[in-house]
């Protein structure tokens, strides 16, 4: 089955723009996570979705960044006034939770350089 | 505090076996994970160990988890080309499965 795809793959921004990237979670996976790899850095949770819950944003680092879920399913992390040290890979993650051993299953990323 | 601390980098010839190693600060973790990410791509379970084991064996891995200590390996047998990638070890903190705590990964390079 299709796994989790995210776009674009690659961005390419200016310093003060605006971004939308998307997530297109696996099927069924109720659960949805944002993460941001930085190079050289481990990945930092942003988000976590779980079905109508409210969301956990303890991971966003500033009030430029936010995410929304429509219906359930696609989401999109919005940046807002993009800064150079924004540049990193972002990942998106899906999962069944509750399902031990709660894997989460990413996608490929997006690649986001601010100029 | 939550921490996942893994080296850098490893280098290693093929045929040899490859040791990743990760320590993470909470005791209460329940589960631990070794995740790979191959170039371009995003990461993908390899695998896991629960925090009442202390070995896990998988075909060429062995995991081995030392709760005293807060320490976690990766044993890679006959190390390949294909097994070239980015470790990263991570932890669930108890209570909290929305998100995992990731190392900074470890870059394996296999060489001829």
């Known amino acids: 089955g299709a796994g989790v795809s995210q776009s674009p793959s690659n961005k390419v921004t200016e310093k003060g723009k605006d971004v939308e990237l998307r997530c297109d979670p696996i099927s069924g996976h109720t659960a949805l996570y944002w993460y941001r790899q930085s190079l050289g850095q481990g990945l930092e949770f942003l988000i976590y979705?779980?079905?109508?819950?409210?969301?956990?944003k303890s991971g966003l680092p500033s009030d430029r960044f936010s995410a929304e879920r429509t219906g359930g399913s696609v989401s999109t992390l919005t940046i807002q006034r993009t800064q150079q040290e924004d540049s990193a890979v972002y990942l998106c993650?899906?999962?069944?939770?509750?399902?031990?051993?709660?894997?989460?299953?990413f996608g490929p990323g997006t690649r986001l350089t601010v100029t | 505090g939550e921490d996942v601390e893994q080296s850098l980098f490893l280098s290693v010839r093929e045929g040899d076996s490859s040791v990743i190693n990760c320590t993470y600060t909470d005791s209460s973790s329940t589960y631990l994970y070794w995740y790979k990410q191959e170039p371009g791509a995003g990461l993908q379970l390899l695998t896991y160990i629960f925090s009442n084991m202390d070995m896990k064996q998988d075909q060429r891995l062995t995991v081995l988890l030392n709760k005293k200590d807060k320490h976690l390996s990766l044993r890679i047998a006959d190390t390949q080309t294909g097994d070239s990638a980015i470790y990263f070890c991570a932890e669930v903190p108890q209570g909290g499965y929305n998100k995992l705590i990731f190392g900074a990964g470890t870059r394996l390079a296999v060489h001829p």
């Open positions: 979705f779980q079905g109508n819950s409210a969301p956990d």
């Open positions: 993650a899906s999962s069944v939770p509750g399902l031990a051993p709660y894997e989460q299953y």
